[in-house]
T-cell receptor, first 120, second 108 residues
Framework: DTGVSQNPRHKITKRGQNVTFRCDPISEHNRLYWYRQTLGQGPEFLTYFQNEAQLEKSRLLSDRFSAERPKGSFSTLEIQRTEQGDSAMYLC??????????????????FGAGTRLSVL | AQTVTQSQPEMSVQEAETVTLSCTYDTSESDYYLFWYKQPPSRQMILVIRQEAYKQQNATENRFSVNFQKAAKSFSLKISDSQLGDAAMYFCAYTERFGAGTRLTVKP
């Protein structure tokens, strides 16, 4: 396992269709994050998991978005009824939260290459 | 609110010269890490350097170093002996918050 893997790398879809992305984190990492990045901007936080529990969701994560991490390993991000404004790069990152170092402020995140979504 | 601000949308440096990228952040925490990430065009985001807030000594990784001013909540990245491969977007980050990025161009 050499890093965070995301599939597919590119997805083109028509407006109104549903899409699903997958993220496989670094194997021993217990935290997993999803971000959205538009061209020329920094990543915007969407949600994160600790093991299988989804601990926080950004207000950017509308009702059309849902994320799961069923067994605390890989995660999926689904967008229902896609809109043109959903076109972006979707990034996944993982980190290892060491027991006893509970601060969220000290996580080191490792990123995947992202899934670029184009909604026509 | 926790915010990260990068006020330089673009920077340019001559090959072999030194450039400094600026970042300010806001937090009420006292124990934390700060990060600089590099994102080359159409490529994966990679960690360049991190700074632990409790360490007074500024972090250094080869040609990359930081100037961390905790009281001022300032965290700048210095790239020495710039190389063509340093051309990329650079993002400053605190927890899950990222700045808007600085696009660095390296001129041969």
């Amino acid at each position: 396992d050499t890093g965070v893997s995301q599939n597919p790398r590119h997805k083109i879809t028509k407006r109104g269709q549903n899409v699903t992305f997958r993220c496989d984190p670094i194997s021993e990492h217990n935290r997993l994050y999803w971000y959205r990045q538009t061209l020329g901007q920094g990543p915007e936080f969407l949600t994160y998991f600790q093991n299988e529990a989804q601990l926080e969701k950004s207000r950017l994560l509308s009702d059309r978005f849902s994320a799961e991490r069923p067994k605390g390993s890989f995660s999926t991000l689904e967008i229902q009824r896609t809109e043109q404004g959903d076109s972006a790069m979707y990034l996944c990152a993982s980190s290892l939260l060491v027991p006893g170092a509970a601060q969220r402020t000290k996580n080191i995140q490792y990123f995947g290459a992202g899934t670029r979504l184009s909604v026509l | 609110a926790q915010t990260v601000t990068q006020s330089q949308p673009e920077m340019s440096v001559q090959e072999a010269e030194t450039v400094t990228l600026s970042c300010t952040y806001d937090t009420s925490e006292s124990d934390y890490y700060l990060f600089w990430y590099k994102q080359p065009p159409s490529r994966q985001m990679i960690l360049v350097i991190r700074q632990e807030a409790y360490k007074q000594q500024n972090a250094t990784e080869n040609r990359f170093s930081v100037n961390f001013q905790k009281a001022a909540k300032s965290f700048s990245l210095k790239i020495s002996d710039s190389q063509l491969g340093d051309a990329a977007m650079y993002f400053c980050a605190y927890t899950e918050r990222f700045g808007a990025g600085t696009r660095l161009t390296v001129k041969p």
